[in-house]
């Protein structure tokens, strides 16, 4: 089984809906990740949480929520989709000790606003 | 803040080698990372550097000068496998900033 998972994997939605992307991880890991990519400018970090009750955004957090439901459960919610939310959504996770900030990144999810 | 430059692309043929280079201006850092990242496929792990100097991961080696803000990831014996966006990420403060990606062609 993937250390980390997200669901869905593809989702088609219309601009004003809202939704949710869904990270569970069974690494044990504290820190949490949320990223969007995008053609030509690469990994952009969203929000992150070190730990369930540490909540801390990105470089582009806005028109966008999370929640840290627990060590394994990361979710992300656009509140209302516009359509240059349309990108790959990747959930990564990291043990964060010391020497130890590798980040495993889940299958991704991919997003179509329409 | 953080600038991160790589390449955005290198083709190369099979059996060749490759090496991309990334250069970085960032403030606490902790760290220069490279994954590999096939088309709509998730980043895969390959290398990190902490010290100056070189790391060699079978055909696969990662080089850093901090003093210079420079990194290179060296692919070997290149396969036709090895064709993928390679990223260059920094670490500051637990979190990491990526470059935009090179991607490497790799030719028969």
């Known amino acids: 089984d993937a250390d980390v998972t997200q669901t869905p994997r593809n989702r088609i939605t219309k601009t004003g809906k809202r939704i949710m992307l869904e990270c569970s991880q069974t690494?044990?890991?504290?820190?949490m990740y949320w990223y969007r990519q995008d053609p030509g400018l690469g990994l952009r970090l969203i929000y992150y949480?070190?730990?369930?009750?540490?909540?801390n955004k990105g470089e582009i957090s806005d028109g966008y929520s999370v929640s840290r439901q627990a060590q394994a459960k990361f979710s992300l919610s656009l509140e209302s989709a516009i359509p240059n939310q349309t990108a790959l959504y990747f959930c990564a996770t990291s043990d964060g000790t010391s020497g130890s900030e590798t980040q495993y990144f889940g299958p991704g999810t991919r997003l179509l606003v329409l | 803040g953080q600038n991160i430059d790589q390449p955005t692309e290198m083709t190369a043929t099979e059996g060749a080698i490759v090496q991309i280079n990334c250069t970085y201006q960032t403030s606490g850092f902790n760290g220069l990372f490279w994954y590999q990242q096939h088309a709509g496929e998730a980043p895969t792990f390959l290398s990190y550097?902490?010290?100056?100097g070189l790391e060699e991961k079978g055909r696969f080696s990662s080089f850093l000068s901090r003093s210079k803000g420079y990194s290179y990831l060296l692919l070997k014996e290149l396969q036709m496998k090895d064709s993928a966006s390679y990223l260059c990420a920094c670490s500051p403060w637990g979190k990491l900033q990526f470059g935009a990606g090179t991607q490497v062609v790799v030719t028969p």
């Open positions: 949480s070190f730990d369930v009750k540490d909540i």
């Open positions: 690494k044990g890991h504290d820190r």
């Open positions: 550097n902490v010290l100056d």
